[in-house]
């Protein structure tokens, strides 16, 4: 897959706009738009950085070289799901504590626990809405 197009469907996937790619990175959306139609194809580094940060991927990954190629942690790969479930987690902060409890990976606090506790509480009346076939997805 080409430059050009990875950079576009990374963007519509995510929900950007040339402008908010273009103000993050410090380029006109112009220049956004020139690099996701291939006029433009040799990016500064720093740019490439930033965008990447943005679109929320590795410089390596948005460059299309295999991750693996330049990580120190080569045996530690992340699929696309294990990515999407990272990413989920990251944005639904008043879930982590639940989350964390299921999979024991955290001692949580007190404070921390009693949230786990309303969260799995809710988790559980939604799952039993569901069964009852009043929810479908």
């Known amino acids: ?10 963007r519509q996937q995510r929900g ?12 006109s959306k112009a220049t956004v ?3 996701e139609s291939g006029k433009i194809q040799n990016m500064r580094r720093d740019k490439i950085v930033k965008l990447a940060e943005i679109l ?6 948005l460059l299309g070289y295999p991750e693996d190629n330049f ?3 080569s045996t530690f790969i992340i699929s696309p799901h294990e990515r999407s479930v990272i990413e989920a987690y990251r944005a639904h902060p008043a879930l982590r504590s639940a ?8 001692l949580p606090s007190p404070e921390d626990e009693a949230n786990a506790q309303t ?3 809710v988790v559980e009346a ?7 076939g009043v929810l479908t997805k």
């Open 1 to 10: 897959m080409e430059l050009s197009e990875k950079i576009r469907i990374l």
């Open 16 to 27: 950007l706009t040339f402008e908010e790619i273009g103000d993050y990175v410090g380029v």
């Open 33 to 35: 738009l020139k690099w």
């Open 56 to 61: 929320r991927v590795s410089p390596a990954e």
């Open 71 to 73: 990580s120190s942690h």
């Open 99 to 106: 989350v964390d409890r299921m999979l024991e990976v955290a």
């Open 119 to 121: 969260v799995a509480a």
């Open 126 to 132: 939604v799952r039993g809405i569901k069964e009852e």
